[in-house]
C-alpha cells in the first residue's frame, strides 16, 4: 500500500538521525581531538570528518556503494552536498546494514588505543570493497 502515510514515513525517514553521538566520540578520541571542540556544538563537525565516514563507513557496506552515494548526492557549486549520504539508503537493505556496520565499527572503536590501532583492526574486521585483504604476517 503506497499511500500518503507511507510517503510521510519516506520524508520523515529521510531526516532520522543515523550516526549515534558515540561514533564522533570515539572518532575524536582516537584522532586526539577534544568532542566536542572547544566553543563548537556537539553537532560541529568539521569537513575531514567526512572523509573519515566516508572510509570508516561508506566504503565498507558493500561494494560500489560510495560511488552511488556521490552520483545520488553531487555536491554544489559551493563544494557541499545538498543531503546526508545516509538520507539516500534504502529501508530495506541500506538502513539495517548501515545500522549494523556502525554498531560494529563503535564497538570496534571502543576496544582501540589510538587511530593506528583501530584502522589496523578495522581493515582485518570490515576491509574496503575492492581492496585486497591485508595478509596478518606480524601476528
Not at 589510538?114 to 576491509?127: Q, V
Request: aromatic content about 12%; glycine content about 6%; some cysteine.
Amino acid at each position: 500500500m503506497r499511500g500518503p502515510l507511507n510517503r510521510l514515513a519516506d520524508e520523515w525517514a529521510k531526516w532520522t538521525k543515523r550516526f549515534p553521538n558515540e561514533f564522533y566520540q570515539q572518532l575524536f578520541r582516537l584522532r586526539g581531538i577534544p568532542y566536542p571542540p572547544p566553543g563548537k556544538h556537539k553537532n560541529w563537525r568539521p569537513s575531514y570528518v567526512g572523509h573519515w565516514t566516508n572510509d570508516i563507513v561508506y566504503s565498507r557496506l558493500a561494494p560500489g556503494v560510495l560511488k552511488t552515494l556521490r552520483e545520488l548526492n553531487p555536491k554544489t557549486d559551493k563544494g557541499y552536498r545538498k543531503h546526508k549520504h545516509h538520507q539516500h539508503m534504502t529501508r530495506d537493505f541500506g538502513d539495517p546494514a548501515l545500522k549494523e556496520h556502525l554498531a560494529n565499527v563503535v564497538f570496534l572503536m571502543r576496544t582501540c588505543k589510538d587511530w593506528d590501532d583501530f584502522k589496523r583492526r578495522l581493515e582485518r574486521a570490515a576491509p574496503r570493497m575492492g581492496d585486497t585483504i591485508p595478509l596478518p604476517l606480524d601476528d
